[in-house]
């Protein structure tokens, strides 16, 4: 093999190698063994939060009266979002939360990084500073961000991943200024595996950028696998009452999930979520039993 041959086959075999490997830079740093920590999304109480029938003062309250230790406070349900609240309203909220004994575990915005208009993402960039300084205010540990909705049609993966990787890479940068973990949700849209996920994590580098683990959102193959792959690198999660295996629906075996969690170690807040048709809050009364009496809580 002449040598320009060879030293291309062997840079495209360690270019694969690095793509399939484990990154053990991009996992987070903890402790070993497991610690779990009860959290309510409140995407629960969607509909009673959007039209005012219930506010993130009362998700506090309910969390309060059924044990749950923290409550990710999405970014939709504060007063005037996109724009930020009033500093009153961020510090009574944070206020409400610990004279009742409740975190507020993290809050969320929805942002669009797969799209190739550089000042629409530049918009969203700026969206998820905005609401860093806000999770700063309120003492919340991570802010919960995504990829994109869909693959652009126009322009390849490839190219979409390294806007995205730049986004978020100063995205990070600016939560770590502010002592707050940025984190990626895959959602089943641009990132639709545990791999993609990973990929990006790990080229973003650093270790106030990980995974917010959407259990219901892994639906190429086998969940279990897949969510296992990511727990190494997961700083919050969403565990949700349905998983996807090879596209379709089925009900979330929660003992096979502990035992994942059992086998792989995290320490931190697991925030549930109860959605489809119903009262939620009975719907998420109901899922916050399971949940206990499967993994001991």
């Known amino acids: 093999m002449p040598s320009s041959s060879r030293r291309s086959f062997f840079a495209h075999s360690a270019a694969l190698a690095a793509a399939?490997?484990?990154?053990?830079?991009?996992?987070?740093?903890r402790a070993a063994g497991v610690k779990l920590k009860l959290g309510l999304n409140a995407y629960s109480f969607d509909k009673p939060l959007r039209d005012g029938r219930m506010t993130l003062h009362d998700a506090i309250q309910f969390c309060a009266k059924h044990g749950v230790d923290g409550l990710d406070a999405t970014g939709y349900y504060?007063?005037?979002?996109p724009n930020v609240?009033?500093?009153?309203?961020?510090?009574?909220?944070?206020?409400?939360g610990f004279v009742n004994g409740v975190a507020i575990s993290g809050t969320g915005v929805r942002n669009e990084f797969a799209v190739a208009d550089r000042a629409a993402r530049a918009k969203d960039v700026q969206l998820v500073k905005d609401w860093i300084v806000v999770a700063s205010k309120l003492g919340a540990p991570v802010i919960r961000v995504f990829s994109g909705r869909t693959r652009p049609k126009d322009h390849s993966f490839e190219n979409a991943f390294r806007w995205m990787v730049a986004d978020m890479k100063e995205c990070a940068a600016f939560g770590k200024q502010h002592g707050v973990v940025v984190a990626v949700q895959q959602h089943d849209d641009f990132l639709k595996t545990a791999d993609e996920t990973i990929r990006l994590i790990d080229s973003v580098g650093s270790e106030w950028f990980g995974c917010i683990l959407d259990i219901g959102s892994l639906r190429q193959s086998d969940p279990y696998t897949e969510i296992e792959k990511l727990v190494p690198f997961a700083v919050s999660w969403q565990i949700k009452e349905k998983v996807g295996r090879n596209g379709v629906e089925e009900a979330v075996d929660l003992a096979k999930l502990k035992a994942v969690i059992d086998r792989s170690g995290y320490r931190g807040y697991i925030p549930f979520e109860a959605l489809g048709p119903g009262d939620p809050a009975e719907k998420v009364v109901?899922?916050?039993?399971?949940?206990?009496?499967?993994?001991?809580l």
């Open 20 to 29: 399939t490997a484990f990154p053990a830079e991009a996992k987070v740093n």
């Open 286 to 296: 109901n899922f916050l039993n399971r949940i206990r009496k499967a993994f001991s």
């Open 78 to 81: 504060f007063p005037g979002y």
């Open 85 to 96: 609240p009033s500093d009153e309203y961020i510090y009574n909220l944070k206020r409400a």
